[in-house]
């Protein structure tokens, strides 16, 4: 399994938000988190990302338990796209790309050939190269997506999280976004865990 989530407990001022928590992700496996707001959707992929610290049980990733992974190298299995919008000002849809080979560079963050193919690869992906050099925040939400996904595949991970990515898409591009996702997954063997509020829309991706 690429993903082991053992007995995972997480309590905000005492009370549980996750407890017990077990379930395994296989490799090009899509799982959908299903639940209304405050059900801890967004605290169970804050925890496998690392940016939760778990209080109970124990994470573990392609065999090695989460915590002893160092926080680059876990970039480079792990890529996240949360509701949080990006403030993109001055950023091409390229420059936003781009952004995801940070595992990658070196302390400068200067891209190399590989880099720059990286990026070309991702927008094509998600058939966002005709936006690369288009102002990130001057492109439709639906747009915006593409390019956050973008963003996060040329991290090259084995594995994305996403927390609520249709909620600002309308049914159009819902589904497109999902069947991209679900296209990633078959191509790249890409691992997905992501959080919905549409029973129909979890059963059509998950």
């Known amino acids: 399994m690429l993903l082991d989530v053992?007995?995972?407990?997480?309590?905000?001022?005492g009370v549980y938000a996750l407890k017990g928590l077990d379930f395994s992700l296989g490799e090009g496996e899509v799982h959908g988190l299903i639940g209304e707001n405050g059900a801890g959707k967004s605290t169970i992929l804050k925890t496998i990302s690392g940016g939760l610290a778990p209080m109970?049980?124990?994470?573990?990733?392609d065999g090695v338990p989460m915590e002893r992974i160092p926080r680059k190298e876990r970039a480079r299995k792990l890529a996240v796209v949360f509701t949080e919008k990006l403030q993109g000002e001055l950023m091409t849809c390229r420059?936003?790309?781009?952004a995801g080979r940070y595992p990658y560079t070196g302390r400068?963050?200067?891209?190399?050939?590989?880099?720059q193919r990286a990026v070309d690869q991702a927008l094509e992906l998600v058939h966002g190269t005709d936006l690369g050099d288009r102002p990130f925040d001057r492109i439709s939400d639906g747009q915006r997506q593409r390019i956050m996904l973008a963003r996060a595949l040329c991290q090259e991970p084995e594995m994305i999280l996403l927390?609520?990515?249709?909620?600002?898409?309308?049914?159009?591009?819902?589904?497109?976004?999902?069947?991209?996702l679900r296209e990633m997954?078959?191509?790249?063997?890409?691992s997905v865990i992501?959080?919905?509020?549409?029973?129909?829309?979890?059963e059509r991706i998950s």
Request: charged share 35%.
């Open 6 to 13: 053992k007995s995972v407990d997480k309590k905000f001022n």
């Open 56 to 61: 109970g049980g124990e994470l573990v990733l």
């Open 95 to 98: 420059d936003v790309t781009a």
């Open 108 to 115: 400068l963050g200067l891209l190399s050939e590989k880099d």
């Open 163 to 180: 927390d609520e990515p249709t909620s600002h898409l309308d049914v159009k591009y819902k589904l497109e976004f999902l069947s991209l």
């Open 185 to 190: 997954a078959r191509k790249k063997e890409l």
């Open 194 to 202: 992501m959080s919905l509020h549409e029973l129909d829309l979890a």
